[in-house]
C-alpha cells in the first residue's frame, strides 16, 4: 500500500471494485429488462421499489463507509485490534436493523408501495416487486456493510466474489423464476432476496481469509466511541443515500404529476428505465473511484501524503475521461438503451430516449465531486464530505425538481438531473482544489521532518 507505484496500486484495486459494482448495476438492470416485457405496470413498479432499496444501501453504506474509513486508517497506523473491534460493531449492528425493518414493513407492502409514490394502477406490481426484497433487508443492508469494509481494507477481490456471485445467481434465477416459471414480477423479487441471501454468505467468507479484518461476535462492543467513529466516516454516505432516496420518491410523483392525460405508467416507467441505465453507466465511474479510497486511506494514515495527492489527481483525470466515452455512447446509443428495456411502449420510449441524452450531456462533470467527496470521506473530513455528497440531489436536484417543471413542465422534469449535475461540479471545484493544495503543504511539511 505504501511501495506499489500509485497509479498501478489504484488500478488493481479498481478493477475488483469496479466489476462489484457493475456486477450490482447490471442485476439492476436485468430485473428491469425481464420485468419490462411484462408490462408498462410492471416496469413503473420496480422504478417505485428502488427507494426502498436506496433506503437500505443508504444505511448499508453507511456502517460500511463507517467502519471501513476506520479500519483502513487504523490498519495504516498498525492497531489491528482496533480494526477488528470497528469490524465487529460495523457488521453485526446493520444486520440487526435490517431485521427490525423486514418486520416492521413485511406486512404492509402495498402501504410502503403508496408511501414511496406509487399511483394505485401501480401499487399491485410494486408490492409484488418489494414482498420478498424486504424480507431479505437485513442480509441486503449487511451485505453492503461487508463489501465496504473488505474494500477499504485493500481486498477488493473478496468483496467482488460476493457481489458478483450473487448478481449472477440473481440473472439466472430471474430467468428460472419469470421465463421458465412464469412467476412475473414477483419472481424477480424472489430471485434478488436469494441472490443477496447467496451473496451475504460468501462476504462473509471473505472476511475468513488470512489477509482481512475477522469479524468475531467477541469484538461485538457498541461504545459511544465507536459510533462516533461510524458516524464521522460514514455520515457523507448517509446523506447522499437518504437525498438519492428523497430525490427518487420526488421523482417518482412529479412524474405522475407532469405525465400526459393516459400516460401516467409509460412515463413513470422511462424514469424508472433512465434511472437503472445511469446507475449501471455511473457504477463504472463509482467502482474506480472506490478502489482508490483504500490507497487514500491507508496512506493517509500512514502520512504518505505526497501519494494520496497523486493517487486523487489520477483518479479525478482518469474518471472524467471515463465518464466522457460513456455520455458519448449514451447520447448515440440512446434509443437502442431504452428499446432493450420495452420495446412495445412509444410513449416510454420518446421520453426516455430525451431524458437519458438530456442526463448523458452533464455526465463528464460528474467526476470531480465524486472522488473529491470520497477523499474527504476516508480522510476524516465528514463536513465537506457531507456537503459535496449531499449537493448533487439535495442542494440542487430537489430545488431544481420544484423550479423546473413548473417552468416547462415535463421537458423541465427531464433536465433536472443535468441541472444539478452542472451546479454541483461547480460547487465542488473550489474543494477540489483546496484539499489539492493541503495535501501537498502536508508532503512538503513532513518530507522536511522525515
Not at 497506523?77 to 416492521?104: E, K, N, S
Not at 428499446?339 to 431524458?355: H, K, Y
Request: aromatic fraction near 12%.
Amino acid at each position: 500500500m505504501t511501495a506499489t507505484p500509485v497509479r498501478q496500486l489504484v488500478l488493481r484495486l479498481a478493477v475488483p471494485t469496479t466489476l462489484s459494482m457493475m456486477a450490482t448495476a447490471f442485476y439492476n438492470v436485468v430485473d428491469a429488462a425481464f420485468i419490462g416485457h411484462l408490462s408498462t405496470e410492471a416496469t413503473a413498479g420496480i422504478g417505485i421499489a428502488f427507494a426502498y432499496m436506496t433506503v437500505v444501501q443508504a444505511l448499508g453504506f453507511f456502517f460500511g463507509h463507517g467502519s471501513g474509513n476506520y479500519i483502513s486508517r487504523q490498519l495504516g497506523a498498525r492497531r489491528p485490534d482496533h480494526a477488528a473491534q470497528m469490524a465487529a460493531v460495523g457488521f453485526f449492528t446493520p444486520l440487526l436493523i435490517g431485521l427490525a425493518l423486514a418486520l416492521v414493513f413485511g406486512f404492509r407492502l402495498e402501504r410502503l408501495a403508496s408511501l414511496l409514490g406509487a399511483t394505485p394502477e401501480v401499487v399491485p406490481a410494486t408490492a409484488d416487486y418489494l414482498r420478498y426484497i424486504v424480507l431479505a433487508t437485513p442480509f441486503m443492508m449487511s451485505s453492503f456493510t461487508l463489501n465496504n469494509q473488505l474494500r477499504l481494507q485493500g481486498n477488493a477481490r473478496f468483496a467482488m466474489v460476493g457481489i458478483v456471485a450473487g448478481a449472477l445467481l440473481n440473472i439466472g434465477l430471474d430467468a428460472l423464476f419469470i421465463v421458465v416459471f412464469g412467476w412475473g414480477v414477483s419472481g424477480a423479487s424472489a430471485a434478488t432476496g436469494i441472490s443477496q441471501i447467496v451473496g451475504w454468505g460468501l462476504l462473509v467468507w471473505g472476511t475468513r481469509r488470512p489477509s482481512s479484518v475477522h469479524i468475531s461476535p467477541r469484538n461485538f462492543r457498541p461504545t459511544p466511541r465507536a459510533y462516533y467513529e461510524i458516524l464521522m466516516g460514514g455520515l457523507p454516505s448517509l446523506c447522499r443515500q437518504v437525498f438519492n432516496c428523497a430525490a427518487a420518491v420526488c421523482l417518482n410523483y412529479a412524474a405522475a404529476r407532469y405525465a400526459a392525460p393516459g400516460q401516467t405508467a409509460s412515463t413513470v416507467a422511462a424514469f424508472a428505465v433512465v434511472t437503472r441505465s445511469m446507475m449501471f453507466a455511473f457504477s463504472l465511474v463509482l467502482g474506480f473511484v472506490q478502489g482508490f479510497q483504500p490507497v487514500a486511506g491507508y496512506n493517509y494514515g500512514a502520512r504518505r501524503y505526497d501519494r494520496v495527492r497523486e493517487a486523487y489527481l489520477f483518479t479525478l483525470s482518469f474518471s472524467t475521461l471515463l465518464l466522457a466515452l460513456i455520455s458519448a455512447a449514451g447520447i448515440i446509443w440512446a434509443p437502442g438503451i431504452i428499446r432493450l428495456f420495452r420495446d412495445q411502449d412509444p410513449v416510454l420510449i420518446a421520453i426516455g430516449t430525451r431524458m437519458l441524452r438530456y442526463q448523458c450531456v452533464a455526465f463528464t462533470l460528474i467526476g470531480i465531486p465524486t472522488a473529491t467527496n470520497m477523499l474527504f470521506q476516508v480522510i476524516r473530513m465528514p463536513v465537506r464530505s457531507t456537503l459535496i455528497s449531499i449537493g448533487r440531489q439535495g442542494l440542487f436536484f430537489i430545488p431544481a425538481l420544484l423550479a423546473l417543471p413548473r417552468l416547462i413542465g415535463l421537458e423541465g422534469l427531464l433536465l433536472t438531473q443535468p441541472a444539478a449535475d452542472a451546479a454541483t461540479m461547480l460547487f465542488s471545484l473550489p474543494f477540489a482544489l483546496w484539499i489539492s493544495r493541503r495535501l501537498k503543504s502536508q508532503s512538503q511539511t513532513h518530507d522536511q521532518f522525515r
